[in-house]
């Protein structure tokens, strides 16, 4: 299982950095077996996936499809499948404009948003959703940051 990252775009990422950061991210919320697809595209490519999927218009940052099954593959072997979590690198780049952090750093954001989408938070449902999952992501947040300065 894992992380598997596929990269759909022309610009050069940490892609390492983006797997350690996802797998980090599975670790703490208690799904370090189950497989995550993580999608680095374009604005063409979302906004396709965003008329498809949601009937929205446009391209947007991130798109999660989960899927949190488990299976057996052809091996017999159980494999458990949280879903795909697709971001536009593009979007991405033009917001982080607007905010302090690197593309990288921001990259792991919208990856979190995306699994989080992914276990079951929804922001979209409300101001007690999304509040709930403000706070699940501020924490992962601080573990994730916590990680990295004991690996200093």
């Given at each position: 299982?894992?992380?598997?990252?596929?990269?759909?775009?022309?610009?050069e990422?940490?892609?390492?950095?983006?797997?350690?950061?996802?797998?980090?991210?599975?670790?703490?919320?208690?799904?370090?077996?189950?497989?995550?697809?993580?999608?680095?595209?374009?604005?063409?490519?979302?906004a396709?996936?965003?008329?498809?999927?949601?009937?929205?218009?446009?391209?947007?940052?991130?798109?999660?499809?989960?899927?949190?099954?488990?299976?057996?593959?052809?091996?017999?072997?159980?494999?458990?499948?949280?879903?795909?979590?697709?971001?536009?690198?593009?979007?991405?780049?033009?917001?982080v404009?607007?905010?302090?952090?690197?593309?990288?750093?921001?990259?792991?954001?919208?990856?979190?948003?995306?699994v989080?989408?992914?276990?079951?938070?929804?922001?979209?449902?409300?101001?007690?959703?999304?509040?709930?999952?403000?706070?699940?992501?501020?924490?992962?947040?601080?573990?994730?940051?916590?990680?990295?300065?004991?690996?200093?």
């Amino acid at each position: 299982m894992g992380v598997i990252i596929d990269n759909r775009q022309s610009l050069e990422l940490p892609l390492a950095d983006l797997v350690w950061a996802a797998t980090r991210i599975l670790a703490l919320i208690d799904k370090e077996e189950w497989e995550l697809s993580v999608v680095f595209c374009d604005d063409s490519f979302i906004a396709e996936l965003n008329k498809d999927y949601l009937h929205r218009a446009g391209p947007t940052n991130v798109i999660s499809f989960a899927q949190a099954e488990e299976r057996n593959n052809c091996f017999n072997q159980e494999e458990l499948l949280l879903g795909d979590v697709v971001i536009s690198v593009e979007t991405a780049k033009r917001e982080v404009l607007t905010v302090d952090q690197s593309l990288p750093s921001y990259l792991v954001e919208l990856m979190l948003h995306g699994v989080l989408h992914l276990i079951g938070y929804d922001h979209e449902l409300g101001p007690v959703e999304e509040a709930e999952m403000e706070k699940e992501r501020l924490n992962i947040l601080t573990s994730l940051a916590d990680r990295v300065k004991e690996s200093d």
